[in-house]
């Protein structure tokens, strides 16, 4: 089964090919010739996954998927939530993200958080979405140099690593992504004819 992933980020890609395997042919926006920015207007997780799905069925005619993630800091009051990837403004910088959320929580004693990602899937024309969400905390310093994002701060409840420290497997295992592409992948294991 071939499915776009409407994403021009290769981590995201590479982190989706590891977890849905080799059952799936997972194509990249270049690949279908896509080469512009996906509109990302939206108010929720939701809406921009959706945006960005619809964009790609719309104008490719592809099945596709699409996601947003959001990061949830409680102290925050769910900030940078939708606003995650342009939290220090643009052009998007995943360390001067990191920089201002630091910065956010310096005298803070509670560092709780979530990342929470929405998929949107079009597929036969028909729309479904899956959610993931693992809880955790917000380290005082960065950790790690792997995965992407707020990976170096974010620790997963329960584990001593943070997602930057991981594996990727391992990352895959516990991940709101991962947890997400597991829904998709169930889904569309089920639909396969």
Request: proline letters at 4%; aromatic letters at 8%; one cysteine or more.
């Given at each position: 089964m071939k499915i776009?992933?409407?994403?021009?980020?290769?981590?995201?890609?590479?982190?989706?090919?590891?977890?849905?395997?080799?059952?799936?042919?997972?194509?990249?926006?270049?690949?279908?010739?896509?080469?512009?920015?996906?509109?990302?207007?939206?108010?929720?997780?939701?809406?921009?996954?959706?945006?960005?799905?619809?964009?790609?069925?719309?104008?490719?005619?592809?099945?596709?998927?699409?996601?947003?993630?959001?990061?949830?800091?409680?102290?925050?009051?769910?900030?940078?939530?939708?606003?995650?990837?342009?939290?220090?403004?643009?052009?998007?910088?995943?360390?001067?993200?990191?920089?201002?959320?630091?910065?956010?929580?310096?005298?803070?004693?509670?560092?709780?958080?979530?990342?929470r990602t929405v998929i949107a899937l079009i597929i036969g024309g028909k729309e479904f979405s899956f959610e993931g969400i693992v809880d955790g905390e917000i380290l005082k310093e960065e950790t790690g140099d792997g995965g992407f994002g707020y990976d170096p701060i974010f620790k997963a409840s329960g584990k001593s690593l943070s997602f930057a420290e991981m594996s990727l497997e391992e990352k895959n295992e516990i991940s709101h992504r991962g947890l997400a592409v597991k829904k998709l992948s169930k889904f569309l294991m089920e639909r396969k004819p």
């Open positions: 776009c992933f409407a994403t021009n980020n290769p981590k995201k890609i590479e982190e989706v090919k590891s977890a849905l395997g080799d059952r799936f042919e997972i194509v990249s926006l270049k690949e279908i010739g896509c080469f512009e920015e996906l509109p990302e207007t939206g108010d929720t997780l939701d809406q921009n996954a959706f945006q960005k799905a619809r964009f790609v069925h719309d104008k490719f005619g592809v099945d596709c998927f699409a996601d947003d993630t959001g990061l949830e800091v409680e102290s925050l009051n769910g900030d940078p939530g939708v606003y995650s990837g342009r939290y220090a403004g643009e052009p998007r910088s995943d360390q001067r993200n990191i920089e201002k959320l630091l910065e956010n929580l310096k005298n803070q004693e509670n560092r709780r958080a979530r990342f």
